[in-house]
């Protein structure tokens, strides 16, 4: 079992920057693939980013977000630089020791999710 807790939600205006942080159960971290996506309001699920030993990021955000991680600290990051409007979602850690893809189905392991809002 896998208990995934982000952290760092917030608001910021539009060009700003903030760093989401989730902390992970157990002691396998290294092997699981980590996964960021998002959901806004009334819109479905979607993939961020995600990183093993290689990263993948969604085309709406490459360039400004990047994913990485601290096998030490049991802890993947998400920074986000570049902010819109359209950023603003709860956004989800997620982990798979199996799965590189971005199914948000197939990941077996969720947090409870961090709100971040980004004004215009």
């Known amino acids: 079992q896998v208990q995934l807790v982000e952290s760092g939600g917030g608001l910021v205006q539009a060009g700003g920057s903030l760093r989401l942080s989730c902390a992970a159960s157990g002691r396998t971290f290294s092997s699981y693939y980590m996964a960021w996506f998002r959901q806004a309001p009334g819109k479905e699920r979607e993939f961020v980013a995600n990183?093993?030993?290689?990263?993948y990021y969604a085309g709406s955000v490459k360039g400004r977000f990047t994913i990485s991680r601290d096998n030490a600290k049991n802890t993947v990051y998400l920074q986000m630089n570049s902010l819109k409007p359209e950023d603003t979602a709860v956004y989800y850690c997620?982990?798979?020791?199996?799965?590189?893809?971005?199914?948000?189905?197939?990941?077996?392991?969720w947090g409870q999710g961090t709100q971040v809002t980004v004004s215009s």
């Open positions: 997620a982990s798979s020791l199996s799965y590189s893809g971005t199914d948000y189905y197939s990941y077996n392991y």
């Open positions: 990183i093993r030993w290689s990263t």
